[in-house]
């Protein structure tokens, strides 16, 4: 049966313009970067086209490979933290707002499945929109004439992005508890935006290792440098949302 | 006497202090239409989705098709078609696409579908997607996805609601054929007492979350022909039959037979 769920929780999604919408968005994150750098390399020409004000710094901005391979991850962790929220709030409060929860809830399938099937959902969306972002660097970054590609900076790019679009899904479970617990989207993101905002404040801190969505923003880009009692932070978030949310769709009232 | 297929016994479900269902004892029997007649908020919806575990009793004792609820798994469910409040539906997705995910997850042979679609009439709207449907067809889809699987027990919660008056008569003609002919089990609620006295073998009038009549409908209906007699002038009796008149009237002029 829970091969009949993985399929009819990817059918949901034929003819929905929301995994397009989510495509566009993830790929400003690296459009964006090239944007800046396409401006630094050639500042005259982007001043004659009006992109850069005269109060403009980008001082702090080189146009190389390595520069893209470090920002890349950050932009995928930052943005992609709220992205991956909307994945995950779309799929599981999309059954309230539609009022076909009812419908799904009462089907003869173990409700624990369907929080996997939608799940794996969200991951298979969330790797091709990774996948994509990487490709669109190569191919701006390319496009640019961007210095400083190796093969090794290569495969750090892919890798760290890879990895930080995993740690971020690591931490989506939870925002699948509050959409049920809240039976719609709008918790789900407000509670998104929140554990950013709080994320990038506690970054600041010492207590960075041990915080999810802190982890997410700033051990990402070194990902070799990510301590093994973060990686269990993060394993034990996603437990902890897992349980919650078939532990919420199984015991509590479904009206 | 046939065997029980719903039992309920001191069905409880507050909210805090409102209790939105009180004390409620229900017995349906298998291949019977009982029609499950209330006012609005009397507590009809509640004792539904309790019955289809949806939400849990604060006290009391369900069993449905011999699964006592609040036990084991979800197993049980695939013997029980249901329709719950409104009509809903994937919109993004058609009509077939629609009854397709329920075939999956309910085991349905493929060509269940096909046949849901023409018993339903959804045929010229197949390929529609969902969010384009009429509510009526909305409402036909959702009794289509309810007999897909053909269950042993139908659940229907306001079966009529936002069909015309044809469609009325083919969805109460498709439920006498289900449960004369296929022994299929109906509980339906309602709060339209034409459509539940048209329909039901028994009928169970809840308020304020209690059962407080329930008898065949032949009997309750006479109790009903006395109550009006001693309680009402004869002018408001003929006033009452006009409109019984000017329905059958209507129902004839749209298709809906003599």
């Known amino acids: 049966m829970i091969g009949q769920v993985f ?17 566009a968005a993830m790929l400003c994150g690296p459009a964006g970067i090239a944007l800046f750098m396409w401006i630094v390399l050639d500042p005259a020409r982007a001043a004659s086209l009006g992109l850069l004000g005269t109060k403009a710094n980008l001082a702090g901005l080189e146009a190389t490979w390595p520069a893209f391979a470090g920002y890349l991850p950050l932009v995928v962790g930052g943005s ?15 059954e309230y707002a539609d009022d076909t ?3 799904m809830l009462g089907l003869p399938v173990a409700r624990g499945w369907f929080v996997v099937g939608k799940l794996a959902v969200a991951a298979v969306w969330w790797l091709v929109l990774a996948v994509a972002a990487i490709g669109e660097a190569f191919v701006l970054g390319t496009a640019m004439g961007l210095p400083g590609l190796t093969t090794e900076l290569g495969v750090r790019l892919v890798t760290a992005t890879l990895l930080t679009a995993g740690a971020s ?27 950013l905002a709080l994320g990038d404040l506690v970054s600041h801190t010492g207590w960075a290792p041990w915080f999810p969505w802190a982890i997410v923003l700033t051990g990402m880009a070194t990902p070799g440098d990510l301590a093994w009692a973060s990686v269990l932070v993060l394993l034990a978030a996603f437990a902890a949302g897992l349980a919650a949310t078939v532990l919420r769709l199984v015991y509590a009232d479904n009206p | 006497m046939s065997e029980a297929i719903i039992t309920a016994e001191g069905l409880r479900k507050h909210y805090g202090r409102v209790a939105a269902v009180d004390g409620l004892d229900l017995e349906v029997r298998r291949g019977e239409i009982y029609g499950f007649l209330g006012r609005n908020g009397a507590g009809k919806t509640t004792t539904i989705r309790i019955l289809l575990g949806l939400i849990r009793p604060t006290s009391g004792r369900v069993s449905v098709l011999g699964h006592t609820l609040g036990t084991g798994g979800q197993a049980w ?29 309910t085991g349905a042979p493929a060509s269940a579908v096909g046949e849901v679609v023409e018993r339903l009439a959804l045929g010229p709207y197949a390929d529609r997607r969902a969010g384009r449907l009429s509510l009526g067809n909305k409402q036909r889809l959702s009794l289509a996805r309810a007999l897909l699987h053909q269950p042993e027990l139908l659940v229907l919660d306001e079966p009529a609601n936002a069909l015309d008056p044809a469609g009325i008569v083919e969805v109460r003609d498709l439920l ?7 022994g299929v089990t109906v509980f339906m609620s309602s709060h339209i007492l034409a459509e539940v006295a048209h329909l039901a073998d028994r009928v169970g009038i809840v308020a304020d979350g209690r059962l407080v009549e329930e008898a065949p409908r032949d009997e ?36 809906g037979g003599r």
Not at chain 1, 7 to 23: H, M, Q, Y
Not at chain 2, 235 to 249: F, G, I, K, N, V
Request: proline share 2%.
């Open chain 2, 77 to 105: 469910l695939r013997q029980v078609g249901f329709l719950v409040e409104s009509a809903s539906a994937y919109p993004n997705l058609t009509v077939l696409e629609n009854l397709d995910l329920q075939r999956r997850l």
């Open chain 1, 169 to 195: 899904f690591l931490v989506c479970p939870i925002v699948a508890w509050i959409t049920i617990w809240a039976r719609g989207y709008l918790a789900a993101l407000g509670f998104a935006i929140g554990m």
């Open chain 1, 80 to 94: 992609g933290l709220l992205l991956l929220a909307f994945i995950v709030a779309h799929l599981y409060g999309r």
């Open chain 2, 176 to 182: 006498r054929e289900l449960s004369r002919e296929h």
């Open chain 1, 7 to 23: 399929v009819t929780e990817f059918a949901k999604l034929r003819g929905s313009a929301v995994p397009w919408v989510t495509l």
């Open chain 2, 220 to 255: 309750l209906a006479a109790r009903a022909r006395d109550f009006v007699r001693d309680s009402f002038t004869a002018a408001e009796r003929e006033e009452a039959l006009l409109t019984d008149d000017l329905e059958r009237y209507f129902l004839a002029r749209t298709g």
């Open chain 1, 101 to 103: 929860s009812k419908n």
